[in-house]
């Protein structure tokens, strides 16, 4: 009985020890502010990019700012979910995602360039495609690599654009293979590699990568330019207010929009940010509802 | 199907498999896609003859242990529990049968939607998983064991004291062999975590393979093979309270902290309800009318997928095996080239087998060709090892012949019941691993999983995930069903090794 009796309480120990330290511990007068961003290019540039904006805000703001990575896109949306983040850098779709499942959530800010964000067609240079204004339907028939499943410019735009092209088929039924690269610079990798001959691409980091010097012009080059259509912006939970008093939201998007630093604009290949509400994003509520990514 | 025959021998058996293996690879696709995996595997084994050790982070390594340690302590602990009332009752069978079949990807990808990025989720993802095949392994020793003690018990005594004090002191030594393979596979299992976002080493692993930093990432791989190579060393009787309280204090701090309470709730309330109940149309109509795309679109397409790859790792593992083992055994590897298998071996089966999926779909592309490479080599380490111990202990004739007629003539033969237990036996593992490879791109039903997740629709989640527990379950049955036609099922089989195995390796070292 002994025995059993204190392996219980070990086992009851550490269970509790290892709730105490997730459940919603130490009453701080002020609780970092945490964000995260969609893991959509490298790493290392990721690390850059955030950690300066986290300085940036801390000094702005006067609360402690943390950024916590994630590995995928559905994790960041998790994370604002489950109020383990107040706020996060989304793309478009992931960012309507994350709204829907946190009633009173808001858009704040986007880059000046997201209200009018383009995603690039890539081909290896072995296939020979010409670079065209109209949509090169001869594409059909090739090995195609998306981003990440959720990602707007890598996805949810490309695969839109593929259906109305082709009308009645999905993609899976338009190339001879389909793929999910994850993020943007792997989807260039792929497609310079020729891994994939055809790829969709987010156009910032393909410029980013491009002066970054990771592009071969030789081995991969762009293909077609979409329309525009709305992308990444900030997102912030609706209790933000409650927690770090009132106005602290309005507070956050004026720090975003005064953001003039080029060392912390550059890392997002954007000019600097502007506000955005979350009407500016119904038109891809619409296009993931039309392929079925979204119900 | 057709291994329902009425009583198959090992002929049919092996027969069975390999032409069933061999349909299979009709079907698989076994597409490389990379242009240069050579080029790409070149310069990963580069970055393992020249590691770069100050990358590694200290931090990662503590986490790895503290997230292992803990998920295994509290797994063990708790199938400890599990175990006395395991063999009485079938609701704790069953209860335990869906917690272990279910991977602990999967379960950290559940629980992440509550408890966030923290502790909680890391050691929660090993420790329920490994709560179930605790009890179920624990419960079998005890069954195994010498039950004189137990007779000569007054009447009258307690379940539980009849434990402690007639069964406990016989079976501590056996369930401390197992618990401390099962710390092995507990830092497996946290280092994998890392890929979906934990802290453990297999964070940094990912991103350092992710942008071919391959130096680091070789530094990583040799730190893990030494913590688990070491693992005899750090992990006795007395250290283990100390690894136990060190772990508490080392657990990452997190940074921000989940809502467990309205997360929780909205969980089981909202999120996992299939939609059509949670729109308030629950006919069976709409219900059926949600299901049926999922059943034919996903569950279907990705449970042949599966059970493909799986068929022919199996297979792979098998021929795997067969080559692999005599590397290990003393009378055809001789003293010297026998340590050299053994690390060998013991290098291939430390290595995560995701991880080493992950590792070859980066080098060739996104098809089942890495997927069978990865569950073959890392499988083939198992059984291999395993094999080469019961080689060792075979009594064998002062004139036994040598070479390949001693291999194809005496050592197979006798062992050859042994060699479909082990693999019948990792059918069910192979299996369960398979499914989860879909999050890497092959389109098992991990690979849809991983759909529903990234378009939050864990409803669909949570059924595709049941059904791969399902479909593990039934072929854990099918195996043992397969096992005790053969009349093999009482053959040891597990990678902690009976006492048997134990002594012979230990007259051999």
New interface residues.
């Given amino acids: 009985?002994?025995?059993?009796g204190r392996?219980?309480r070990?086992?009851g120990g550490?269970?509790a020890?290892?709730?105490a330290?997730?459940?919603?511990?130490w009453a701080q007068a002020k609780?970092?502010l945490?964000f995260t961003g969609i893991p959509d290019q490298?790493?290392?540039r990721l690390v850059e990019r955030f950690g300066k904006v986290a300085q940036y805000l801390e000094g702005k703001l006067g609360v402690p700012v943390?950024?916590?990575?994630?590995?995928?896109?559905?994790?960041a949306?998790?994370?604002f979910?489950?109020?383990?983040?107040?706020l996060a850098w989304f793309g478009g779709f992931t960012g309507v995602?994350a709204r829907k499942?946190v009633p009173g959530s808001q858009a704040i800010a986007q880059g000046a360039e997201d209200a009018a964000f383009r995603f690039y067609l890539i081909a290896n240079a072995a296939t020979g495609l010409p670079r065209s204004a109209d949509f090169p339907k001869a594409i059909a028939g090739k090995?195609f690599t998306f981003g990440?499943?959720?990602s707007t410019s890598g996805r949810l735009m490309p695969e839109y654009t593929i259906r109305q092209n082709f009308p009645g088929e999905t993609p899976e039924q338009v190339f001879s293979?389909v793929?999910?690269s994850?993020d943007h610079s792997?989807t260039i990798q792929l497609v310079q590699?020729?891994?994939?001959e055809v790829g969709a691409v987010d156009y910032s980091v393909w410029d980013l990568d491009s002066k970054g010097g990771k592009v071969d012009p030789k081995a991969v080059s762009v293909i077609w330019e979409s329309p525009p259509f709305p992308d990444y912006q900030w997102t912030v939970r609706a209790d933000v207010d409650k927690t770090y008093g009132e106005g602290f939201t309005d507070r956050l998007r004026a720090a975003l929009v005064d953001v003039t630093d080029p060392a912390i604009l550059e890392p997002f290949g954007r000019s600097k940010f502007i506000p955005v509400s979350n009407a500016a994003y119904a038109p891809l509520i619409e296009v993931g509802k039309a392929t079925g990514?979204?119900? | 199907m057709r291994l329902a025959l009425p009583s198959p021998g090992y002929r049919g058996v092996s027969g069975g498999f390999a032409v069933a293996a061999l349909a299979c690879l009709s079907v698989a696709d076994l597409?490389v896609?990379?242009?240069?995996p050579l080029a790409e595997l070149t310069r990963f084994l580069g970055g393992l003859i020249r590691p770069d050790f100050p990358a590694v982070e200290a931090w990662g390594v503590a986490y790895t242990v503290a997230f292992a340690v803990?998920g295994v302590?509290?797994g063990a602990?708790?199938g400890?529990?599990i175990a006395i009332p395991f063999a009485r009752s079938r609701g704790v069978r069953l209860a335990c049968a869906a917690l272990r079949s279910v991977h602990e990807l999967f379960w950290a990808l559940l629980l992440?939607?509550?408890?966030?990025?923290?502790?909680?989720?890391g050691?929660?993802a090993i420790a329920l998983p490994y709560a179930g095949i605790c009890a179920k392994v624990y419960s079998e020793i005890i069954e195994e064991a010498d039950l004189s003690a137990l007779r000569v018990l007054p009447p009258g005594t307690?379940a539980?004291?009849a434990?402690?004090y007639a069964r406990?002191p016989d079976v501590a030594g056996r369930f401390a062999d197992y618990t401390l393979y099962r710390l092995e596979c507990g830092l497996r299992s946290s280092l994998v975590l890392g890929?979906?976002?934990l802290p453990t080493m297999g964070?940094t692993l990912?991103?350092a393979f992710?942008?071919g930093r391959y130096a680091e990432a070789g530094a990583l791989l040799l730190v893990f093979y030494g913590l688990i190579g070491s693992r005899r060393l750090w992990v006795r009787r007395w250290s283990v309270p100390l690894l136990?309280a060190g772990a508490?204090l080392a657990?990452p701090?997190?940074?921000?902290?989940?809502?467990?309470g309205?997360?929780l709730v909205?969980f089981l309330t909202h999120d996992i309800v299939p939609?059509p109940l949670r729109t308030g149309e629950g006919t069976l109509p709409a219900l059926w009318a949600w299901f049926r795309p999922i059943l034919t679109g996903q569950i279907l397409p990705g449970t042949a997928q599966t059970l493909v790859l799986a068929q022919i790792a199996l297979v792979a593992t098998a021929l795997g095996a067969l080559l692999l083992f005599p590397l290990t055994a003393r009378r055809f590897a001789g003293p010297v080239g026998r340590p050299f298998g053994r690390v060998l071996l013991v290098a291939v089966r430390s290595t995560p087998d995701y991880m080493l999926a992950y590792l070859c779909l980066q080098l060739l592309?996104?098809s089942m060709l890495p997927a069978i490479i990865a569950l073959s080599l890392h499988n083939a380490g198992i059984v291999g090892t395993l094999m080469g111990q019961h080689a060792d202990a075979i009594p064998y004739r002062a004139d036994a012949p040598r070479g390949m007629n001693l291999y194809a003539y005496e050592t197979l033969p006798r062992l050859y019941g042994q060699f479909l237990a082990l693999l019948l036996y990792r059918w069910e593992l192979i299996l369960r691993e398979s499914a989860i490879f879909g999050i890497l791109?092959v389109t098992t039903l991990g690979f849809y999983v991983?759909?529903a997740?990234?378009?939050?629709?864990l409803d669909v989640a949570v059924v595709l995930i049941a059904s791969t527990a399902l479909l593990t379950v039934a072929v854990d049955a099918l195996s043992r069903r397969l096992r005790r036609s053969l009349r093999i099922n009482d053959l040891p089989v597990r990678l902690s090794g009976p006492p048997a195995v134990a002594r012979g390796e230990a007259v051999g070292a």
């Fill in positions: 009985m002994i025995g059993i392996i219980a070990l086992a550490l269970l020890a290892g709730l330290l997730a459940g919603p511990a609780p970092p945490v490298d790493e290392s943390r950024y916590v990575p994630v590995k995928s896109y559905p994790a949306v998790t994370a979910t489950n109020g383990q983040v107040q995602q499942a090995t990440a499943r959720a293979r793929g999910f994850g792997r590699s020729g891994a994939f990514l979204l119900d | 597409h896609t990379t242009l240069h803990l302590g509290l602990g708790a400890l529990l992440m939607q509550v408890f966030g990025l923290s502790a909680t989720t050691v929660l307690g539980a004291s434990f402690a406990l890929f979906i976002g964070f990912e991103s992710r942008q136990l508490v657990l701090p997190a940074i921000g902290h989940a809502e467990v309205p997360s909205r939609a592309g996104p791109g991983d759909a997740i990234s378009e939050l629709r």
